[in-house]
C-alpha cells in the first residue's frame, strides 16, 4: 500500500482549525483528500456518514476523509465557499480537484473510485 496506510488508519479525520484543515489538505504524495463539510442539524448528511466512514476505511491507502461540521468550523467553510450540506470537495496535492453537493451516495462512490483511478 501507499504512503497513507500507516498515517490515516483508515478513520475520518476531524480538522481542528483552519490551519490544521489545511495542513491536513496538504497531504503527501499523490494521496486524494476528501473534505466531508457536514452538520449535526443536516439529515442528509447523516444518511450519508456511514458511507462516508466505509470509503475512508477501504481507500486507507489511498485517500484522506476529512470531516468538517460548519457549525464548529464555519471559518473553513467560509474560505471554500462552502453554502449547502453536504458538501463533499477533493483535493490533491493542496489543489482542488473536484467538488459535488448532496448526499448521492452512489455519486460520491464513483467520484471517489474515478479520482482514485
Known amino acids: 500500500a501507499g504512503p497513507a496506510r500507516g498515517f490515516f488508519a483508515g478513520e475520518v479525520v476531524e480538522p481542528v482549525s483552519l490551519a490544521d484543515f ?18 449535526s442539524w443536516c439529515g442528509p448528511c447523516q444518511r450519508i456518514r456511514p458511507l462516508v466512514a466505509e470509503l475512508a476505511l477501504v481507500n486507507a491507502d489511498r485517500a484522506l476523509f476529512l470531516k468538517v461540521d460548519v457549525d464548529e468550523l464555519d471559518e473553513v467553510a467560509a474560505a471554500y465557499g462552502v453554502r449547502s450540506m453536504p458538501t463533499f470537495i477533493f483535493f490533491r496535492q493542496g489543489y482542488k480537484v473536484h467538488t459535488q453537493t448532496g448526499a448521492d451516495g452512489g455519486a460520491l462512490r464513483a467520484s471517489v473510485d474515478r479520482l482514485l483511478e
Request: aromatic share 12%; glycine share 6%; proline share 11%.
Open 22 to 39: 489545511r495542513h491536513k489538505m496538504a497531504a503527501p504524495g499523490p494521496c486524494l483528500v476528501v473534505a466531508y463539510f457536514t452538520a
